[in-house]
């Protein structure tokens, strides 16, 4: 049977120079909305589920990174961890209006990283409607159990949405570029 990697796999070998950012979470959350406003500027509604990866290179303030979606049905989610070794950021996305399936992003999230005490991690809080009630991040932060993640990693819970042409929009995702901006000019 043909993967889905096949016809692609010119991407991912030979390993590519570019600092690479590694973008997953559930089917649904919105991985591939937030790469296109991330690269476009303009909100798109309707975009497929990514059916293998989406790969996206992007220019910030001089610095070229390469933004790897692989798309999050549970069938994908077993070529997760194929990535992570040639990440520098892992960015997972999370549904926070969903949250009866916050628990499944949480296991996903915490059996991915087990093996990865030190990849900095951007947790976004997609779909956000306006500004987020009091104490959301935290209930979030719980939900998600990101302190057992915390130790020696670099990490970060923004909120954003994706699917709005508004200033919040723009706003969150502007937040989330200067972010990964920041953490791969680091040494
Ligand atoms: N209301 C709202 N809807 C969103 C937002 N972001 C994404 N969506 C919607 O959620 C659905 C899924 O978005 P995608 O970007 O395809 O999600 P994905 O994480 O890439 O999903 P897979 O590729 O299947 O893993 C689409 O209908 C989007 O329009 C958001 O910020 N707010
Ligand atoms: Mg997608």
């Known amino acids: 049977a043909v993967t889905p990697w096949a016809a692609t796999s010119g991407h991912i070998w030979p390993p590519r120079t570019l600092p690479q950012v590694l973008v997953l979470g559930l089917d649904g959350a919105g991985k591939s909305s937030v790469l296109h406003y991330i690269c476009s ?96 991040t935290e209930e979030l932060r719980e939900e998600l159990a990101l302190h057992l993640l915390s130790e020696q990693r670099e990490l970060f819970l923004l909120p954003t949405s994706a699917t709005r042409a508004s200033l919040s929009t723009a706003t969150s995702v502007l937040h989330v570029k200067n972010l990964l901006v920041t953490l791969l000019s680091q040494p």
Do not use: C
């Open 41 to 136: 500027q303009k909100a798109r509604t309707h975009i497929p589920p990514t059916l293998g990866f989406n790969s996206v290179q992007l220019r910030v303030e001089g610095l070229e990174m390469d933004l790897l979606e692989v798309g999050g049905s549970y069938n994908l989610r077993a070529y997760w961890p194929l990535y992570l070794s040639d990440a520098h950021v892992l960015v997972f996305v999370v549904d926070s209006v969903d949250r009866s399936r916050l628990l499944t992003a949480r296991q996903e999230l915490h059996a991915l990283l087990a093996e990865e005490p030190r990849l900095p991690l951007v947790v976004l809080a997609n779909k956000q409607v306006g500004a987020s009630k009091h104490g959301f």
